[in-house]
């Protein structure tokens, strides 16, 4: 089965930092890019970054929220896709998930809105106090 485990969130002060991870399994990690989305309560999920398996190029989504505070990486050694997420805010709160890219191993022009995305993970909470 196609898994998509997302971990590492939790509970951070202003101002601090989460890695959050995205474990891979039951699919060749190598031919489908990853994207990490967010959706936070009452608002519309939207795309954070995207990672390219072909060559490991990392796309952002263009949001001002979020430029320069967040890198996406990955680690195909682990089958796993990071977001480091550095001077938290309090409206980065929000459930974080990962999905896979479903035709494609690079992030797409249009990654961000999610389409093309399927075997989206649980997702993990961010919960960043002022």
């Known amino acids: 089965d196609v898994q998509l485990q997302a971990s590492g969130g939790g509970l951070v002060q202003a101002g601090g930092s989460l890695r959050l991870s995205c474990a891979a399994s039951g699919f060749t990690f190598d031919d489908y890019a990853i994207g990490w989305f967010r959706q936070a309560p009452g608002k519309k999920r939207e795309g954070i970054a995207c990672i390219s398996s072909s060559d490991a190029s990392p796309s952002y989504a263009d949001l001002d929220s979020v430029k320069g505070r967040f890198t996406i990486s990955s680690d195909n050694a682990k089958n796993t896709v990071y977001l480091q997420m550095n001077s938290l805010k309090p409206e980065d709160t929000a459930i974080y998930y990962c999905?896979?890219?479903?035709?494609?191993?690079?992030?797409?022009?249009?990654?961000?809105?999610?389409w093309g995305f399927g075997s989206w993970g649980q997702g993990t909470q961010v919960t960043v106090s002022s």
């Open positions: 999905a896979r890219e479903m035709g494609f191993n690079r992030c797409t022009s249009s990654w961000y809105k999610g």
